[in-house]
């Protein structure tokens, strides 16, 4: 930084800036009579992070660029040129800087150290105002840039928890297909094998009453364990090698799947030819295989179906946004399913406390997700890394409903529990969040005529929000 002598035509330059229309030459030649003239060379830091900010900054010439770090980073913020003022504004409670500025070019700048504002409010009302006026547009700026960041960030975890949820069961579906592609290339030799068989209609009768009977076994959910398939496996592997059923240890795992026992194996048996088990057994594996990859397929797109679902229902897609009766169920079910990847990554237990015929609100449910994104996000965040329970519970209490996030996370400092909702307070790191999650909250619900409310301690901490049913 070089100090400079003051020029003749610096009032002309201030004359320059929209902001000071309304305020008189007297006032900006006091303005430039307090304020210390110095020029910034290019790529200079005019700031630096965390420091003192004592002067208002009106640039003249120039120009510079914000950049602040993040996880280890330095990411540009945006660029800021001339003819502008910055820096510390009159009744304006900026203690320090969070980022730094470096010029672009060659700045010119006039300097006002904070200690003259007092003189300026008894000197000029007008030149005070505008500088007011400036704050005013900051803080509206900066916070609706920090809006921006939190929705961005918000959309950012969802969607690549997104895609790591559609990426398993569209997986699941090719790898699925390539099987039933290569499986299927061998059925015509294992149906041929069966139709060389003499086999009786009732005998294809009693073959497929054992086949449908297993499949059904296998719908029901129930499983072996370990050891008992184990057991099962040996029995089994034993009667095929016994009645001559040549590579059977690449059949016997489909017929364990499937519960199959000695009994069922000799009701086949039973019911065919002697020289008829080898191929009808391998028919009916061949069979067994198909069900299983076809089922495989149809979880995995159901799968996706109802990811597709939930984002549709998340989002309000298709619905223009006007307030309308609200199941606070649905936003809730489908802001869970959008945040199950960040669950299950921190092996968060999920309990969902849903009260019966919960009735609806009035609300723009779109509005409501916000909520309970952020609500549900923060709760994640404040549980450790593996481990942890979050409880979400409905509720109607007189003529109000009632959601309840409750997380056993080491909780809020009790000295900073009323600060959680002013817009731009975070406990969290940079880069980590805008102190604005909390502030959307307060905001949505004060919207819809509702409250709400924190209570927290160590490994006890509740978010209650709640909304008139009228």
């Known amino acids: 930084m070089t100090s400079l002598d003051k020029t003749p035509d610096l009032l002309d330059q201030l004359r320059t800036f929209d902001i000071f229309d309304e305020v008189d030459d007297s006032a900006l030649q006091w303005l430039i009579d307090r304020s210390d003239y110095v020029m910034y060379p290019k790529d200079s830091l005019i700031f630096r992070n965390r420091e003192p900010v004592d002067h208002m900054q009106v640039m003249l010439k120039g120009g510079y660029v914000i950049r602040r770090e993040s996880d280890g980073r330095k990411k540009e913020l945006g660029v800021w040129k001339a003819p502008y003022v910055a820096g510390i504004l009159p009744f304006s409670r900026m203690k320090e800087t969070l980022s730094e500025g470096v010029c672009i070019a060659d700045t010119y700048v006039l300097l006002l150290h904070k200690d003259c504002f007092v003189e300026m409010v008894n000197t000029s009302y007008d030149l005070t105002q505008a500088l007011v006026a400036v704050m005013t547009n900051r803080v509206r700026d900066f916070q609706q840039m920090r809006l921006m960041d939190e929705k961005l960030m918000a959309l950012g975890k969802m969607s690549a928890g997104l895609a790591h949820e559609l990426n398993n069961p569209a997986s699941a579906m090719v790898r699925g297909s390539q099987e039933l592609h290569k499986h299927l290339v061998q059925t015509p030799e294992r149906f041929k094998s069966v139709m060389t068989m003499r086999v009786t209609p009732e005998s294809v009768d009693e073959v497929n009453e054992v086949l449908f009977d297993r499949i059904a076994y296998r719908q029901s959910g129930e499983e072996l364990s370990l050891m008992e398939r184990e057991e099962r496996s040996d029995e089994l592997m034993d009667w095929l090698d016994d009645h001559g059923v040549q590579e059977s240890d690449r059949i016997v795992d489909t017929f364990v799947d499937y519960g199959f026992t000695e009994d069922h194996l000799e009701a086949i048996a039973a019911a065919i030819p002697a020289e008829a088990v080898e191929p009808v057994l391998w028919w009916v594996e061949t069979n067994l295989t198909t069900e299983t990859l076809v089922n495989e397929i149809q979880t995995a797109s159901s799968r996706i179906a109802e990811l597709v679902k939930s984002i549709k229902v998340y989002s309000h ?41 919960l009735p609806p609100v009035k609300a723009l449910a779109g509005e409501l997700n916000q909520v309970w994104t952020n609500l549900i996000s923060n709760a994640i965040d404040a549980l450790p890394e593996q481990g942890g329970d979050l409880t979400i519970r409905t509720f109607q209490e007189r003529d109000c409903v009632c959601v309840e996030i409750e997380d056993n996370g080491p909780g809020i400092p009790e000295d900073i529990q009323t600060r959680v909702f002013e817009p731009f307070f975070t406990t969290k790191g940079i880069g980590e969040g805008t102190g604005m999650g909390l502030d959307i909250v307060r905001r949505v619900i004060d919207h819809h005529n509702g409250s709400v409310a924190v209570e927290s301690e160590p490994g006890h901490t509740v978010f209650r929000v709640c909304f008139p049913v009228h």
Request: hydrophobic content about 35%; proline content about 2%; aromatic content about 2%.
């Open 317 to 357: 897609m298709d619905q223009e946004p006007s307030l309308e009766a609200v199941d606070v169920h649905e936003g809730i079910k489908s802001t869970v399913t959008m945040l199950y990847h960040a669950m299950k990554k921190k092996n968060i237990t999920v309990c969902k406390d849903l009260a019966n015929d």
